[in-house]
Every structure is written in structure tokens, then in C-alpha cells.
């Protein structure tokens, strides 16, 4: 089973609506992470979080936010979703204590907004 | 702010080495990374090495950092079509954070 999992896969929805991605794992790491792909500009951090009372803003937070409802479960929202959000989302995981603080991905989430 | 830089494309040929690059700017760079993402799937931690070393060695993958010129290469040996992905370097810093690069989409020709 993987570790870390993100629903839906693949979601397309119009200009205007809510929308929650979601990232569930089972690594027991208390840091969780949120960042959107896209072509040529890499991974860029929206969100992270490193306890469950512990929220940070990243480098693109503007039109996103992100609830952490437990050690394992973070989820992103975009509240009234525009067609430039479309893009591939990543939530991660990271333990500082850990041999050498890589972070494991989810398989990703790709997103249409139209 | 920090930043991580690659080139976005590499063609090699099968059985050729490749060699991708990175440049990066923070200078507390505890370690740094190369992850690779096939496609469809999420990225995977394909190698790492600890700000002090100046060479890592991993099978196929060497790499190669010069923290003078705050330079880091990974380079693949008898590169084959199973390694064409796209490869990001990333760099994590004294304060926890994650960098990335843009990464470098390495198409292995036959």
C-alpha cells in the first residue's frame, strides 16, 4: 500500500466552484506538505505543516487554504477555483528525525479548472 | 530568496552518460537532492548527499558537488530508456525548507 495517497487523481471543475484535494499517510511523519508542479517552474510550496496545530503559508498561498485534521491528513482547498490553478498538486511528508529528511510524495493530483 | 536552477531538457543516447546540473544559491544547504518523477507518478528520492561531502557514488549515479560555486551534478552511466524522467534537484536548508528546481526532462534516445 503506498504511504502516501492524495484524492482524487484527476478532477476537473469550472471557474468559481470549491474544491478540497485531500492527502492521507501512513508514515507517521508529523510534517506534511503541499505543492503545485508545473511545467518549467518546478515544485512550488503552497502550504506546509509540521504538527497538527501548526499551519505555515508557502511561497504561493494566495487563493488556496489547507486544513490538518490529524497527524495523518491534510487537505488542500481552493475556494473559488480559476482556470490559472490548473496544475499538478503533490502533498508530501518529511521527518526531521529521519536518516537523511527526505520527503515522500503522493502520486499526485491533476487538476482542471475551466 | 533561495533558488534552485537547472536546465529544463537533455537528450542522450542509450548506452551514453548523462550528466544533469544544478545551481543553487542558499549557502546553509544542509543537503541536497535529486529526485526523480516517471510519468504519471509522484516523485521518487533517487539520490542525496550531505553538504560536507564533495562525491557520492550509488551504482550508476555519481554525485558530484562544489560547494565553492555552490554547484551539484548528477551524472547517470550507461544511461538507459528506463531513466528517461524528469529529475529535480532540491536542496533543504538549516531552517527545514525545501527548495526546488524546475527539473530537467532527460529523453534517453534508442
Known amino acids: 500500500d503506498a504511504d502516501v495517497t492524495q484524492t482524487p487523481r484527476n478532477r476537473i471543475t469550472k471557474t468559481g466552484k470549491r474544491i478540497m484535494l485531500e492527502c492521507s499517510q501512513t508514515k507517521g511523519h508529523d510534517r506534511m506538505y503541499w505543492y503545485r508542479q508545473d511545467p518549467g517552474l518546478g515544485l512550488r510550496l503552497i502550504y506546509y505543516?509540521?504538527?497538527?496545530?501548526?499551519?505555515n503559508k508557502g511561497e504561493i498561498s494566495d487563493g488556496y487554504s489547507v486544513s490538518r485534521q490529524a497527524q495523518a491528513k491534510f487537505s488542500l482547498s481552493l475556494e473559488s477555483a480559476i482556470p490559472n490553478q490548473t496544475a499538478l498538486y503533490f502533498c508530501?511528508?518529511?521527518?526531521?528525525?529521519?536518516?537523511?529528511?527526505?520527503?515522500?510524495f503522493g502520486p499526485g493530483t491533476r487538476l482542471t479548472v475551466l | 530568496g533561495e533558488d534552485v536552477e537547472q536546465s529544463l531538457f537533455l537528450s542522450v543516447r542509450e548506452g551514453d552518460s548523462s550528466v544533469i546540473n544544478c545551481t543553487y544559491t542558499d549557502s546553509s544547504s544542509t543537503y541536497l537532492y535529486w529526485y526523480k518523477q516517471e510519468p504519471g507518478a509522484g516523485l521518487q528520492l533517487l539520490t542525496y548527499i550531505f553538504s560536507n561531502m564533495d562525491m557520492k557514488q550509488d551504482q550508476r549515479l555519481t554525485v558530484l558537488l562544489n560547494k565553492k560555486d555552490k554547484h551539484l551534478s548528477l551524472r547517470i552511466a550507461d544511461t538507459q530508456t528506463g531513466d528517461s524522467a524528469i529529475y529535480f534537484c532540491a536542496e533543504r536548508d538549516y531552517g527545514q525548507n525545501f527548495v526546488f528546481g524546475p527539473g530537467t526532462r532527460l529523453s534517453v534516445l534508442p
Open positions: 508530501a511528508t518529511s521527518d526531521p528525525g529521519g536518516n537523511y529528511n527526505e520527503q515522500f
Open positions: 505543516s509540521f504538527d497538527v496545530k501548526d499551519i
